[in-house]
């Protein structure tokens, strides 16, 4: 089967699809606010920080991926006053070797602990530009790399609103990290990664939002 990814076209093999009909495939680091109900995933966190971090929420695929990857999935932020906050983490190792699903117990969900692991980190949130003649915010994209939350593209673009389905889809192929939205060759932004990370876990990660998340797969590109 093929595959679309802003303007190219890849040969892949479909590797999983969670059904979201229970959550045996996955585990939570901070909100426990997680449930499934008729195919979707729910992902809610406070607006505000509190000590037990409910703020942030981590939800990990129990799946190991290797090799070059193509994910996608259909999410919104339900929420009425909330940051439309959405984050994927792929490829997450710890540089120490133990595993992550083994030592998930030592992580609170807090931002900072994931900055010591190896993984590709992107984010679409609110920004604070809004385009000239528009009365909504953009959206604001950016792409980092760990260890050391080193940012690698940041742009201010697209549509930012709450109850708005997105389609998002995240590459990591041949050391291209990129993400795209909406299947726009416009909404399509990449870099290349001269040492790139090859497997580990991939998670749904969100900051002060209520997020609905459907129709995810993962390929083999």
């Known amino acids: 089967m093929d595959v679309t990814f802003g303007e190219w076209t890849f040969a892949a093999e479909l590797l999983y699809r969670p059904d979201f009909e229970n959550l045996d495939d ?3 680091e901070g909100s426990k606010d997680v449930e499934v109900c008729d195919g979707h995933l729910f992902v809610r966190t406070a607006k505000q920080k509190n ?3 409910t703020y942030v929420s981590s939800v990990f695929s129990k799946r190991y991926f290797k090799g070059d ?3 996608e999935y259909t999410a919104r932020d339900t929420g009425t006053d909330t940051q439309g906050n959405f984050n994927l983490f792929l490829h997450t190792t710890d540089p120490s070797g133990r595993d992550l699903y083994a030592t998930r117990g ?4 807090e931002y900072a602990e994931y900055h010591l692991l190896n993984n590709y980190l992107f984010t679409f949130l609110r920004s604070n530009v809004t385009g000239e ?3 909504t915010p953009r959206a604001r994209y950016r792409l980092r790399r760990d260890p050391g939350f080193v940012l ?3 742009v201010h673009s697209y ?3 709450l109850n708005r389905w997105y389609r998002f889809k995240f590459l990591s192929r041949a050391g291209v990290v990129g993400i795209s939205v909406d299947d726009s060759p416009f909404e399509t932004y ?3 990664d001269p040492q790139p990370l090859s497997e580990g876990y991939l998670a749904f990660r969100t900051f002060c939002s209520h997020l609905e998340i459907k129709d995810c797969s993962v390929y083999k590109v």
Do not use: N, T, Y
Not at 106 to 109: I, V
């Open 190 to 192: 990449c870099w290349r």
């Open 159 to 161: 549509d930012w609103a």
């Open 133 to 135: 003649g528009q009365e």
């Open 51 to 53: 000590p037990e971090a």
């Open 69 to 71: 990857l193509l994910v």
């Open 26 to 28: 996955f585990w939570v």
């Open 152 to 154: 690698k593209k940041e």
């Open 106 to 109: 030592e992580r609170s969900g």
